[in-house]
């Protein structure tokens, strides 16, 4: 009889399973954790560029920038004596005569600065994203339809430059140069520039330009 009493009936079995799953079923996190999992399979499953398309229709590969030019890559090799490989401005976008300029380069990996900055990690050269703000500099300090000028321009400094991040092959250049002195009469403008990859601030200076004699 002892030996009997010791041995637990079905019901006393089933009844100290359901006390012990009981707390940790109150307090499960299992929904949570596997709406958690659901969450990181949809994020590495879909890999979307960070663009806002919420305002447009259709597929993303529609949802590109699509600027009209104000001057493209011809009208401006008819202003810059710049030439491939360092013309470092595709477009102008916004241009208004002595006051500002906007434009931009497409950064690629075919770009010939790459295979050596760096081997192991394309970026583009600090100075280059400079140079191109330099550029669109001369396109808004020099007059088209004066033919001497456009062989006498000079980058005469910079001041105040700052890198705030990477830029890399795919990365879109957008540039802004405002100015903010011109003295004509010796040929001087002073401008501050700065360069965007989308909202992301990536470098800025005050450019000195020359035009030569």
Known sequence: MAAQCLQPTVAQRLTSRSQRAAPCLAGSTLPLRRERQRQRLRQALIVRAEVDVSQQTGALEKSGPDFKPLKDVQAIMDILPHRFPFLLVDRVIELEPEKYAVGYKNVTINDNFFPGHFPQRAIMPGVLQVEAMAQLGGLLMINPENEAAKNNFF?????????????????????????????????????????????????EADLNLVMGK
């Open 155 to 203: 980058f005469g400094g910079v001041d105040n430059c700052k890198w705030r991040r990477p830029v890399v092959p795919g990365d879109c250049l957008m540039m802004r140069v405002e100015l903010v002195k011109f003295n004509k009469r010796y040929g001087f403008a002073k401008m501050r520039g700065t360069c965007h990859v989308g909202a992301n601030l990536v470098c």
